[in-house]
């Protein structure tokens, strides 16, 4: 038994949190966010120089072929930084690929993405703001339109409306799709669909987290070939089951390194401000909702940690186990960011003081990939 | 990360298993519940699994912490007897006797304990003396072949039963240092000049009690450790009051008890379990109660590496703090009239088992020192926050 990390992921964490203090400071990590692309192209770069882009990736499509528990050691830090990137995205649309696409999907995508050319990004909310697959409304038609014009490639479908909160989308080359199929809509179908492709438009939207980009996906007439269909029936909806799960231990691994930068912010300027002749970290009134943090940060972490392990397993206990990290972390996270403003009195509030990023990140983390309500209520699922 | 047990592991945890098929009978009358536990006691003795950790000359197991926690884990699953009855003996007052002790008190003490033949009681809490432990003031003195003890004690659980009691007195209040000239002492209980009067809790039991020394002769030799340095004793012992995995079972045990609970009533006429509310509170709890399973195991990985692990604990016991009083709570809240019906009232569901929780909580929340206490621990030893 060990739930712990290895050497070799230690010594990732190390080079991580060394790349990142060194290349992409809070200094740094504002300019990136008030800039028009919202990640940094070189440090992406960089990344994939090291390998990191790659890290779930089999080595026979030229990545690490490592797991998620790996993974989560680079998330866990990338949150400690808010280093704003479209990483989790990313690996999200990685693993789709790997647990849904055909070998040729796998060969076109894989190897482009471990070698940070190609960036992914999974497309499955739309307005209805729905975790589940029935707020999936977009339809997707057979492509009579073309058969009748004697293209015979087709079986395909043509896509027409508009996918919101799509996390990263002017980033990505390619999006995985849901929708629902004309000849089969009570299933859920997944596909591929190329950022180049005729009638694909992007909007970006602005959240009050800038660290985090997301925007709307429009289609218009977009043509889906039958080879870009990744899955179709219960195995899809398994997949984006799948998603939703990895999605959430993915912003919860940042949530915990984010949530400990906070703490520490918090923790120091308390120890610094001096009130009523002592340090403000010396009453109980601002040790004790600092003890509370760490209480929480170190339960979600373990949850966290689980929740990674049981993405590498088949042993299926990663449904429950992400659903009860998150459901733990999405409240919690977001007391954090609260409590670390509130002790720091009016200097919190300031846009200059850095410990305003942190709530900003919480109160985007909490809806992500499904609130604490939406968790609990998948967990209950199991009792009763 | 791995949760794999070695082939070692593996083949004792199917001894475990094997042994409690043979040994655990599916249903014992209420009668013959003594004389089960006093058989099952004896056999577990044999086994050598009582005082598991305990090193094999001192009458333990001799066995790793990994099997300690998989033999106690078994056992919570099973709902078998505890290992061992003299709960105080085998949690602080053993591993006090085999750190501290002299040749001569781990003969005479030790297996008395793991053979269950009598209970411990643990005099350190004072009138005056509560969270600020080392403030203490029951004060000793050295007559040469022994102490002349004169004081009192409070809150003393299992008093009125125990044989024995671990004693934090005061032999020298020159220091200005606090924890300094304390001194721990083993002391009969039957010794002339002690007295014990048991108090009554709310629940009604009186399990705790009232200890007056007044002259009390202490041989010289019921020392352990120096004297002056029983400071150090006391928070070595009390380490070993770690919020282990296995006490997580407890809380499990508990959590299935409250499911079991919800399926069986109705709110304003409709199952309990339909209500969304009674779903997400439930499955708050559940969060909570793996995220310290977790939490312990990611603890003992950190044991296992031969890392050290202390004020980290304060995090289950907090945890802990919280499920015990909100879950006893709850399953009252939930029942409406009936939840407040306690053992005998006609209208009790379960033999007012949860009327009863829902006051014995402090026995958790204020018994191992207060949830104000560990938040304490935490932002002063681990977050560095000056002391108030
Ligand atoms: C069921 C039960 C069994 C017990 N068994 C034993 C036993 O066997 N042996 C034994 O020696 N003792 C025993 N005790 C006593 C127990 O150890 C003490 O009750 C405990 O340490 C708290 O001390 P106190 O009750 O004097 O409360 P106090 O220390 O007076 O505390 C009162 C309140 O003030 C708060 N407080 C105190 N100091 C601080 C501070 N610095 N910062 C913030 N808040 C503070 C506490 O959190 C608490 O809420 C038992 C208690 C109970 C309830």
Redesign the pocket.
Known sequence: MNFGFTEEQELLREQVRRFLDNKCPLTEVRKIAESKAGFSQDLWNEMAELGWLGITVPENYGGLGMGWVDLIVVLEESGRSLFPSPIISHNLAIDALLSAGTEQQKETWLPAMASGQKRGCIAINEKTNWHTPEGIRLQGLQERGLQEKGKQRSNGYSLTGEKHFVSDVDAADFYIVAFRADDKPEDITLAIVDSSASGVKTIMTETFDKTKREGILSLSDVVVPKDQILSEGPAATETLSRLLELGAVAVTAEAVGAAETALNITTEYAKERIQFGAPIGRY?GVKHPLADMYVDIESFKSLAYYAAWAADEVDGSLSRSASIAKAYASDAFVRIGTDSIQLHGAIGYTDEYDIQLFIKRSKWMRPAFGDTHFHQDRIAALSF | MDFDLSPDELVFRQEVRDFIKTNMPDKVAKKDEMAFVTEWNKKVREKRWVGYTWPKEMGGGGGSLMKQVILKQEMAIAKTPGLGTCF?GLSWVGPGIIQYGTKDQQERFLPDILDSKFQW?????EPN?????ASLQCKAENKGDHYLVNGQ???????PFAEWMILLVRTDSSSENKHEGITCLLVHMKSPGLEVRPIK?MTGSA??AEVFFTDVKVPQENRLGEEGKGWMVTVSALANERSSIAEVAGLERKLEDLKALVKRIEIQGKPATQDQSVRRTVAGFETIIESMRLNGMRYLTKQLKGEPVSSETSVNKLHKATLEVEMGDYAVSLMGHVGIHSRNSPDALDKGRYAYRALSW??VV????????QK?IISERILGLPK?
């Open positions: 109980q | 105080m009681c643990t005099g350190y809490s003396i509560g969270s600020d432990l004690k409070m809150w003393t659980s299992l008093a809790n399990v705790f402090p026995d204020i018994g191992g020192g207060t949830p104000n206490i304490n108030d």
